[in-house]
């Protein structure tokens, strides 16, 4: 194999390492975003919670305030029939009296049934909320195991480029423009062995020529179909 082959293969070789860096790196803002997208559920979940249970807390207040009016009512009505001189207006207000005690009563047991409630909401809140900490424990970690990733795969990139920028100078320099271009064009595979007579890039079987070409160890032959920089089996 000669030295500028070689060489051709170490540039590709950390190329190929450089790639799989940079997709890693660009996959990690797509991370990030599914890990916050995780918490949206868990949030929906705890406002869902707190906005139920005040809207119980509104009705116990309506309830609340609903009795105190009528209790109202009955000491007025109670004043009224302790005022009067008039046996049927006097029994009149005894039963509106009556009847008002019984909303008071109606009230009042809806007003437990409610505070009942009130305590199985707090129970639920409490738990999503205890649902949100959690994921979100490990939502942070996942940030902060991505946010060390990008650090460790950037500074392994940087002295990937500067080994590569020095393994590129040992290319020949006719032939570098031709290796970049390839590898751009041909999804990162530039240079090729001759493998039973075929390219192994495109699997395409060579014309003898070329075969000769490349078994006399020459550089700078290419496929004729796909154009892959191509080297002898030793
Ligand atoms: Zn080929």
Redesign the pocket.
Known sequence: MSPAIQALLLLQDRDKRLRGMIEDLERIPKDETRAKERLAGDQAAVKNARDTLMANEVDIKKVELDAATRRTTILRLKTQQFETRKNDEYQALGHEIVRYDKDVDLLETKELELMEKADALRTALAAAEQALAKTKQRVDEELAMLAERRKRVEGEAADLRLERERLAAAVPEEQLPLYERLLKNKNGIAVVPAIGGK?S??H?KLVTSTMVRVNSGLDGVQ?E??G?LLYGED
């Open positions: 390219c890039g495109c395409i496929c179909s796909c892959r």
